[in-house]
């Protein structure tokens, strides 16, 4: 068996061997043919070298706060009868501006010590007028009497002297005109200690009269004081009291903050708080309501001395002015010509006094002539869901009449009672009335006008800041200082062999071609759209960058000297010039 098994075994190997020679061969020959055929162009993108220095910005975010605030509050004790509502702008009170009242005390008391404080310093003040009278005119007078009394005691003392040497008067009646004249003369002494007494008081009386003249202006003050106002313009942020709170001196009443400008804090390392001074401006982002991105300038505030112990980082603040945002665009539609700030159900008469009387706000009520009406609101009621992108208002005129004086509420609002002309078209219950109408502007409208409408479109405006405490923003850093130079991508940057080139394209011939010219790379790098990109120099100093152009992309697939088809970039040139 097995003599017969080797001849097989020998042909089947020699069939293999044939046939792999043969593939060989075959693979051979298609190798020369295509080494014959010439390759086609290798599809690059280039960019144009010039001078250039990065000027990327890197962002931060940088979180708003006030620049001022502060809680205010009485410098008296005192029962507080009215408090401004949250959200109000009110004005600093000086410089001629008489300002906005934030909160009031009770001034019973203080106006009861003004009345004492006054009463007292006229007090003093007779006191020291009669006093003068003293000194002017009663001691003077009985000095005078006194003296003219010890002048003629003294005469008659002479006369019994003379009488008594020649022993016409006796002893006892001599000794009688001596004791005279000793008590004339302590008479002419007591007058003038109480002149001088009198000067003395005089002088206490005129200091009573100034300490009463400055407890009338302390009462006066402390009386004056019974208003709270706020010493810079700014917004009420918060409430700490309301009508009826007996508060002491120094119990804030209400925090107000200024909100123009505004101030943007945002946090450094060490090294790069000092490239920020005084009075650099920097780029700020913020987000509108709608979403929208504005783009404002800061200047740098303050940048801190001291670093913070936890984070080891410099806060920078910088200053940004503020803009009102009006929650609708007033000026872009034609349909309303006016606008309104609140609008006020019609069944609050229970909170207010207490029975079903109709209430409203005495600033919804509008007055022409003998007419009184209110523009009570059809689109809206108060039992259904508003749409916080519908602000437009349709409103009809509806006429009232007054049935009460004004009723203060809270210290605040002023309602009086009405009467509908048309009670059948009031749902008490669920009908809202429109506040004090404004034209666009936000001038009184025409009363002519107002009174020829029956029908109205009015917008409900409510404006807001642009920037708020506690928002969040992008503040675009100050780049580094980079030197100009020749930038290009990280990836048209070639490495092999221990060399490092580029490949630019050289346009003499007839077809471009790749030419690799060696570079050095410095150590400036940066970062341009999230990209690294580096600065290069040439080897040679004849070969010559500026103007060419360099592969950036299918750098990597190029030899020296390969012909190449530019094509168009999808995307802009990563160095900024």
Partial sequence: MPIRTQPRLFFAVSSTTCLLLATIGCSSESATESAEVDKPPKTVTVMRLQPSSPS?????????????????????????VQVIEPNEMVTGIGNGRIGVPLARLNEEQFQIAVDAARADLAVAQRR????????????????????????????????????????????????????????????????????????????ALDAQVQQASQRLAEAERNLRNTTLYSSFPGQVTEIHAVPGTYVKEGDPIVTVQMVDPMLVEFE???????????????????????????????????????????????????????????????????QAQLKTKDIFPLNIGPIVTGDRRLLV?????????????????TNRSWNQLSNAHDRGLTVQRMKVNL???????????????????DPSSIDLDNDLITGQLLAIDGSQPEREALLRK??????????????????????????????????????????????????????MQSEPTARRVQINVKDEDSLDEDSLILCIEPVESGDVLDGTQVVVRGTHYLDDGDRVRVVPKQSGSVVAR
């Fill in 128 to 203: 020291r007028e009669a006093n003068l009278i003293s000194i002017e005119q009663r001691l003077p007078s009985r000095i005078r009497t006194a003296e003219a009394e010890l002048q003629l005691a003294q005469r008659e003392l002479d006369r019994a002297q003379r009488l008594s040497r020649s022993n016409a008067m006796s002893g006892s009646e001599l000794d009688t005109t001596r004791t005279r004249a000793s008590t004339a003369q302590l008479q002419v002494d007591s007058a003038t200690a109480e002149l001088a007494q009198a000067n003395a008081e005089q002088l």
């Fill in 403 to 421: 049935v009460s004086d004004v009723i203060p509420f809270l210290g605040t609002w002023n309602f009086v009672a009405i009467d509908f002309a």
């Fill in 454 to 507: 029956q029908n109205e479109n009015v917008y409900l405006e409510q404006t807001r800041w642009m920037l708020r405490a506690g928002d969040t923003v992008r503040v675009a850093l100050i780049p580094d200082n980079s030197n100009v130079g020749f930038y290009v991508p990280m990836k048209a940057v070639r490495q092999e062999n221990g060399e490092t080139f580029v490949h630019i394209v050289d346009d």
């Fill in 268 to 334: 450094v390392t060490a090294a790069n708080s000092r490239r920020y001074q005084r009075g650099d401006t920097l780029g700020v982002t913020v987000t509108g309501h709608d979403g929208s991105q504005h783009r404002v300038t800061g200047m740098v505030y303050t940048v801190d001395s001291i670093a913070d112990a936890n984070t080891r980082t410099f806060t920078v603040s910088l200053h940004v002015r503020n803009q009102q945002e009006s929650s609708v665009d007033l000026h872009a539609s034609s």
């Fill in 361 to 377: 706000e005495q600033r919804c009520i509008h007055r022409i002539g003998e007419e009184s009406f209110v523009w009570k609101v």
């Fill in 56 to 80: 990327y910005q890197h962002h931060t975010t940088a979180s708003v706060a006030p620049w001022k605030a502060e809680r205010i509050a009485f410098e008296q004790a005192g029962r507080v």
